[in-house]
């Protein structure tokens, strides 16, 4: 199984395999950091602004 696993690290198609999905998951937490910040600002302005209503 090692030998397998060993074999399959060193080719290139893997190799290009691994970094995409490291790069796509780096992509999801930046994005998802991103989702974190633009929601709580918008939950604020929304506060804001139903206090401003009648």
Same mark, same amino acid.
């Not at 691994?18 to 991103?34: D, G, R, W």
């Given at each position: ?14 190799? #290009? /395999? ?5 790069? &796509?998951?780096?992509?999801?937490? !930046?994005?998802?950091? #991103? /989702? ?5 600002? &918008?939950?604020?302005?929304?506060? !804001?602004?139903?206090?401003? /209503?009648?």
């Amino acid at each position: 199984m090692v030998t397998i696993l060993r074999d399959f690290w060193r080719q290139e198609d893997a190799q #290009t /395999l691994i970094e995409y999905v490291l790069l &796509l998951a780096l992509m999801a937490v !930046a994005a998802l950091a #991103t /989702l974190g910040v633009v929601g709580q600002r &918008l939950s604020t302005r929304y506060h !804001a602004t139903n206090s401003l /209503l009648p």
